[in-house]
Nanobody
C-alpha cells in the first residue's frame, strides 16, 4: 500500500506561486503513476497533472498547461506541483493520487473518479 500526505497549500494573490508537495510511504511508490487532482466547491474532482513512474512522461490539463509543473523524486518518495501565475479559478482542494494498475491514458482520463491511493488534500485559495 501507498499512503500519501499533501502539504504546501495556502492563500495567495492572483499571479502568485505555490509549490505543493506529496510525501508517499510504501515500497512500491516508484512503480506508480502519480498525479495531482483538484476539486472546487460544488464541482467534481478533476485531473490537473500526471507523471510517469520514472518522470519521463508528464501530462497536464489544458487549463494549467504552461503554468504548472509536476515532478517527482523517487529517492525521497515525493511528488511536487509547482504552480505559477495562479488564477482565482485555480482555487480548490488539491489531491495527490497514485496507481500502479492503470495504463497511462486511463490514469489521466479516469483516475479522478476511481479509488486508489489518495491523500487528504490541501486547500489552495487564490484571491483576485
Amino acid at each position: 500500500q501507498v499512503q500519501l500526505v499533501e502539504s504546501g497549500g495556502g492563500l495567495v494573490q492572483a499571479g502568485g506561486s505555490l509549490r505543493l508537495s506529496c510525501a508517499a510511504s510504501g515500497r512500491t511508490f516508484s512503480k506508480h503513476y502519480m498525479g495531482w487532482f483538484r476539486q472546487a466547491p460544488g464541482k467534481e474532482r478533476e485531473f490537473v497533472a500526471a507523471i510517469s513512474w520514472n518522470g519521463a512522461s508528464t501530462a497536464y490539463d489544458e487549463s494549467v498547461k504552461g503554468r504548472f509543473t509536476i515532478s517527482r523524486d523517487n529517492a525521497k518518495s515525493m511528488v511536487y506541483l509547482q504552480m505559477n501565475s495562479l488564477k482565482p479559478e485555480d482555487t480548490a482542494v488539491y489531491y495527490c493520487a497514485g496507481d500502479a494498475t492503470l495504463g497511462w491514458s486511463s490514469f489521466i482520463s479516469t483516475m479522478a473518479h476511481r479509488p486508489g491511493y489518495w491523500g487528504q488534500g490541501t486547500q489552495v485559495t487564490v484571491s483576485s
